[in-house]
């Protein structure tokens, strides 16, 4: 029985265009404005388009919706090259800007005025919005709306030629002031905007509107399926005016055609532009690349991978209806890729020192240990061992506690890859603080396992205290307070005060000293961690944990 590969609806719908000769191949774009830092909801846009144009064959286009100059920065142009290319989405190293279609998009106004279906407007930005109407109230004409075609064009011009203020003249488009979609109500297209722009730099001091701008681009560029997120589906109508109207095609149901889809939300996250940059700006967070931010810069930085996002995406899904994802989502996608791609070294984040008084003092042995367990290609290592170690705080207890298993008084446990021990007896501070453990070994338990068959509940990893290195440990929580949500109700964020915990005394393997930025690790029952790519020097990396060990996400079924 042949196997059925389900759809989403954006493929069922260039299936039926292709079949029907609407467009003879696909081609999809990414078009992002510049004024800030991509994010996981971008993600899923970005995917969305590169995938949908790998899967039939097609192209896909980077293209900068740059018509907005006060917002815009080349900081934010190359961040975003950066995250496109780093997910694998192929734009050929050929970034497009709107701005470069400004004389284009200029002749088209030129075009709808000749036609007369724009005029000049002298009302400000408040008077707009009133004539505009409401949901429920029709709109009223605008006092300019009978200009002549040739005063119009004069004026058109002289915006151009810089003969008006800022919000002095604005050009709109005729529609329909008692259409039921506001939209549709005579939009402004064209605005004065004295402002010197990153790509153009002072040529233009008018400059088009996105609902304008962005179906000329896409019909510019040959863009077959616009995709969009779903806020954009009253817009619509719109895109296709703009398109019919400025010769680029026939009808409603040709190309380029948009489709909307809904956006990636994610619970208890921050993702509001605005609200970044305030964190930013307040050092809150160190950057747009913070590692407990979800932008795909911060996400980079605290060591996801492209194809952890991309397996996020897909159990996401692609549908019509808003919903939201939680963050666990995210986290079991980056467990799965990295639990049979990431060397298991041992770190120790609480060290506390351990003896083995009967092993001889000069002695050293060089252990064999898997790099992991669940992939052998990964090969081995091989690990210090001596008489003096570290182990985790917590697996020692001076009383034991009911069904524990570790180190305490008088318990025998494995040392991971190494040997049985025995608690003999421990040494504290003044303060109480336990600070060494004595114990004894069984030379005869070499590797782990002991010759007689007896057995052992407890099994604690080490680091060698003669050859192990210090690092900087920083763990994350969520930056958002989740008991109390995302915000207040004055509109400021529930910020956790806890979000950052910094180690600076994390004893781990020699190996890991010459770790390199972006290196990932899984720290034996710790977590899984990456080198920070901006704290880390060579010779002292600094290690975001990526995510905990466990989760208690389960993943959908079909």
């Known amino acids: ?210 609902d304008f701008a962005h179906p000329i681009e896409d019909a510019i560029e040959g863009i077959t399926h616009s995709i969009c997120t779903l806020e954009f589906e009253d817009h619509r109508p719109l895109y296709d005016w703009v398109l019919i109207e400025c010769g680029f095609k026939d009808d409603k149901n040709g190309v380029p055609k948009q489709i909307e889809f809904a956006k990636l939300y994610l619970e208890n996250v921050v993702t509001g532009k605005r609200y970044i940059k305030k964190l930013v700006e307040d050092g809150v967070v160190d950057g747009w690349d913070d590692p407990r931010l979800v932008s795909v810069a911060g996400l980079r930085r605290r060591g996801f991978t492209p194809s952890s996002i991309k397996k996020f995406v897909e159990i996401s899904g692609i549908s019509k209806a808003n919903s939201t994802a939680d963050y666990a989502a995210l986290e079991y996608c980056i467990r799965e890729d990295l639990k049979v791609s990431a060397p298991r070294m041992m770190a120790i984040l609480d060290p506390v020192r351990l003896i083995i008084d009967n092993y001889p003092e000069a002695r050293t042995e060089n252990l064999s240990v898997p790099n992991n367990q669940e992939n052998p290609d990964l090969g081995s290592r091989s690990v210090l061992f001596s008489r003096e170690l570290y182990i985790e705080r917590e697996d020692f207890m001076e009383v034991r506690p009911p069904k524990y298993f570790r180190l305490y008084p008088g318990n025998e446990v494995r040392l991971m890859n190494a040997y049985f021990v025995t608690c003999t007896s421990f040494e504290k501070d003044d303060s109480g603080k336990v600070t060494v453990i004595h114990c004894t070994y069984d030379p005869d338990t070499y590797g782990g396992d002991s010759p007689d068959g007896r057995k052992v509940k407890g099994t604690i990893h080490w680091v060698d205290a003669s050859s192990c290195g210090d690092v900087s440990v920083h763990l994350f929580e969520n930056l958002i307070d989740e008991e109390k949500g995302v915000y207040n109700e004055d509109g400021s964020l529930n910020l956790n005060p806890n979000s950052l915990k910094i180690i600076k005394d994390a004893k781990v393997e020699a190996a890991l000293i010459a770790s390199a930025p972006y290196d990932r690790f899984q720290f034996v029952r710790n977590g899984y961690f990456c080198v920070d790519s901006r704290l880390s020097k060579e010779g002292s990396p600094v290690f975001n944990r990526i995510v905990s060990m466990k989760s208690s996400y389960k993943l959908p079924t079909a």
Not at 113 to 122: N, P, R
Not at 150 to 156: M, Q, R
């Open 1 to 210: 029985m042949e196997e059925t590969t389900s759809r989403n609806f954006i493929e069922k719908i260039i299936d039926e265009d292709l079949k029907a000769g609407v467009c003879g191949h696909v081609i999809t774009r990414f078009p992002p404005e510049p004024n800030g830092y991509l994010h996981i909801g971008h993600a899923k846009s970005i995917l969305l388009n590169y995938g949908l144009a790998s899967e039939y064959g097609g192209q896909f286009n980077l293209r900068f919706d740059d018509t907005n100059p006060t917002k815009e920065k080349s900081e934010f142009v190359d961040s975003i090259k950066e995250d496109v290319k780093w997910l694998g989405a192929d734009y050929r190293d050929t970034t497009l800007y709107a701005s470069d279609y400004f004389d284009k998009m200029y002749d088209c106004a030129v075009t709808l005025i000749k036609k007369g279906k724009a005029y000049v407007s002298d009302l400000s930005p408040d008077e707009i919005k009133e004539y505009r109407g409401t949901l429920t109230s029709p709109g009223k004409d605008d006092p300019a709306i009978n200009r002549s075609m040739e005063e119009n064009l004069s004026l058109f011009e002289d915006m151009k030629n810089g003969m008006f203020k800022d919000g002095e003249k604005v050009l709109r488009a005729r529609i329909d002031m008692a259409s039921p979609n506001i939209n549709m109500r005579d939009p402004v297209i064209y605005r004065v905007a004295h402002m010197s722009h990153h790509n153009t730099g002072d040529k233009w001091c008018i400059y088009p509107m996105y």
